[in-house]
Nanobody, 125 residues
């Protein structure tokens, strides 16, 4: 069982930056691929970014490519999402998730086994 706790959300003006963190419990963090997803009000949850177990492979949604960067520190059991040039349409609850099975950076939310509680990101115009 893995517990994931996100932090770093908040209110920011358009064009600003935030860094989200997701801390994982347990000693097997390096065996999980990790992903970030988001859900805006009235919309379905969507993929944002993912990173493989080692951190050697990453994948980002087209909507955030060039602005958001996913990274991980296996020694700290933490995955990060650096968000730059934020736009109002980035407003959502952001969730991190752990994939205990595939090991690679997958965009499919149904491949993920564990989810955090989410952190709110609000971007004002």
């Amino acid at each position: 069982q893995v517990q994931l706790v996100e932090s770093g959300g908040g209110l920011v003006q358009a064009g600003g930056s935030l860094r989200l963190s997701c801390a994982a419990s347990g000693r097997t963090f390096s065996s999980y691929a990790m992903g970030w997803f988001r859900q805006a009000p009235g919309k379905e949850r969507e993929f944002v970014a993912a990173i493989s177990r080692s951190g050697g492979n990453t994948y980002s949604a087209d909507s955030v490519k060039g602005r958001f960067t996913i990274s991980r520190d296996n020694a700290k059991n933490t995955v990060y999402l650096q968000m730059n040039s934020l736009k109002p349409e980035d407003t959502a609850v952001y969730y991190c998730a752990a994939d205990a099975t595939t090991g690679w950076a997958t965009i499919d939310q149904y491949e993920y086994d564990y989810w955090g509680q989410g952190t709110q990101v609000t971007v004002s115009s």
